[in-house]
């Protein structure tokens, strides 16, 4: 199980993009593996997207594997999805192409602020600190969170400049508490003694190199004894959504980069 199998959107994303790129017929012909089920349906590079969709329908029972050879489970009738964001799953899995950013940003972040709520303020009492460091903090949803749950905090949000007027707006009732920095958050001026550095749903966005950069950023700006807190998507985890992950930092650069991998590997927030 994993988000898939939890979210409805992405749920009905990975059926409805099984569908189109016919995976479901091909499949009835014959079992085939999944560079078999790639080739045949116009998917020429980018299978690491192949594997999780693969998995995604396996864990709901669309798809079954035995051994390297997929064929159909239970098949479901193909949803309707809008024809945008994930809608647009096969379009990006036969191009092996992102989408382009949007160039109003200002929806999808309002809809991260919703979306993120319920998970700010669950994290929000446990970082405690005088100073947090909200790395990519978009338009502050963790940043308000921390906010609200400690009188005595102040944050600091780093994000690019295009981001930070919908940050400036929506954390505007915290004037005096956050300050703002744009700028790439692994070269930009973000100080070093905060007690909590956060990136939130940041390293998913990003390949080994810069999620090892960023990393490394994160750690550079906390105090000694000071923490690092990463919170990310994780399509395979039990719980679907979220994991939390918090190392200590010991000031020490090579320590980070030797976890550039920490969302997965870190243990559990205390
Ligand atoms: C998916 S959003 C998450 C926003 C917020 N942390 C949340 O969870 O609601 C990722 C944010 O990270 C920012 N971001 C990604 N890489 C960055 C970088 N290298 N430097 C600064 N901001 C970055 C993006 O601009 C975006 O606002």
Known sequence: MGV?????????????AAHELGWFELLAARGRTLDELAATSGIASGHHRVAALARALISIGALVRQGDVLTPGAVPPRPEVVREGWGLLAEVMRSDRPLPLPTDPSAYHHHLVRAGADSARE????IAAATVLDLGGGAGAYAAAVLDAQAATTVTLVDLPDILPLARDHLARFAGRVQFVGGDARHAPIGERHGVALLANVLHLHGPTACAELCAAAARAVAPGGRVVILEIDADSPEGVCSHSTWRSTRSEETCIRRPRCAAGSPPLA
């Open 4 to 16: 898939f199998a939890i979210v409805p959107l992405f749920q009905d994303a990975a059926i409805a």
């Open 123 to 126: 994290l929000a009492p446990r």
